[in-house]
């Protein structure tokens, strides 16, 4: 098939996944959520409602236009995923489809229900993509490979797959600037930045860059409007941990019955606790973000105020032509030969 009838075909995807009926929904939630709890069903609809939105057949056709992709002479492509939430490999097998390639895909045991759903839409909707998807519990006699992991696995993932071209994902997290001033709308979108996926997407926000003099009540009490995260049985768990052994070390923290705030230099910072950070101007401000440039997904700040960051709110939004690890992933595709 060529590119037009591709992205014809994932335009449509988009449509059936943005209007899936609700008892479809409801089953696909309840299996995902017996293998993995943190897959709820309100966080299961919130990926299938981003995937929705950057499959729209004006974006997919803006996205490929600065790209020579031409499938006479596809490559299998293996796929090690994620599975830290819902999906999260998506882009990767919408890149590798797209560019007309064969994805031979090792899904997390994390999450290994929703993206057979999602490529079983596919295939009713265009047949010819059935043979372009395996699902394999070993990858093999692949051409190129793409994998996603930690930092420990990344160094397997670079030595197991260093005899082909490859993409190899390590941790990263994501930090938001704060610089007083910000509307409680803005802070409330920055809370959906946080509290998303239960924190646990590189694209979740887990540390706050704060000025000096910065008064952090009145956010924590914001975002208490947030505190029915801790219904959730595992948030709880680690969110009584954390309080607990900060109690327990007499250390400092704010809470708000919803997470825990540390100040700390870190970058990452447990489920349910976000680190943050005082700084004394823009140029210390900058010296800081830098130091975790190479860890950094992205950076927030309202308005995108910040050089290089993106609006509160928008960290679970990306659009297609947003890459992981700021690595173009279909450039790579398209560039094999």
Not at 75 to 95: E, Q, S, T, W
Not at 97 to 102: D, K, P, R, S
Not at 195 to 206: Q, T
């Amino acid at each position: 098939m060529n590119l037009d009838e591709r992205i014809s075909a994932f335009s449509e995807l988009g449509n059936q996944l943005t209007t899936l009926p609700e008892s479809d929904l409801a089953a696909l939630s309840k299996k995902a959520e017996q293998k993995n709890p943190w897959f709820t069903k309100q966080n299961i609809a919130l990926a299938i409602a981003g995937i929705g939105q950057f499959l729209l057949a004006d974006k997919l056709t803006k996205w490929v236009q600065n790209y020579q992709l031409i499938s006479e002479n596809p490559k299998k492509i293996g796929i090690a995923m994620a599975g830290n939430i819902p999906l999260v490999g998506f882009h990767d097998y919408l890149c590798i489809l797209i560019a007309g390639h064969h994805a031979q895909i090792k899904l997390s045991t994390q999450d290994d229900e929703l993206l057979p759903f999602v490529h079983k839409l596919l295939v009713n909707i265009d047949p010819r993509f059935k043979d372009c998807v395996t699902f394999e519990d070993k990858l093999h006699q692949y051409h190129a490979a793409i994998a996603t992991g930690s930092d420990n696995t990344g160094r397997y993932f670079s030595y197991y797959f260093k005899n082909v071209p490859h993409i190899i994902r390590k941790n990263r997290s994501s930090c938001a600037v704060l610089i007083g001033g910000e509307t409680d709308a803005e802070l409330m979108e920055l809370g959906n930045d946080v509290f998303s996926y239960f924190g646990l997407g590189c694209r979740n926000v887990s540390k706050l860059y704060i000025p000096e003099e910065y008064d952090l009540i009145p956010l924590l009490r914001l975002w208490e409007k947030f505190v029915d995260i801790t219904d959730h049985n595992k948030y709880a768990n680690n969110y009584n941990y954390q309080r607990s052994i900060h109690l327990v070390n007499l250390k400092h923290f704010y809470d708000n019955g919803a997470l825990i705030m540390v100040e700390s230099d870190k970058l990452v910072s447990p489920i349910s606790a976000v680190f943050y950070e005082r700084y004394t101007d823009q140029k210390d401000l900058k010296q800081r973000i830098a130091v975790h440039q190479e860890k950094l997904q992205v950076v927030l700040s309202a308005k995108a105020w910040f050089d290089g960051s993106i609006d509160f709110g928008k960290a679970q939004k990306p659009e297609v032509w947003d890459y992981a690890d700021n690595v173009d992933t279909l450039k790579f595709l398209a560039d094999l030969k």
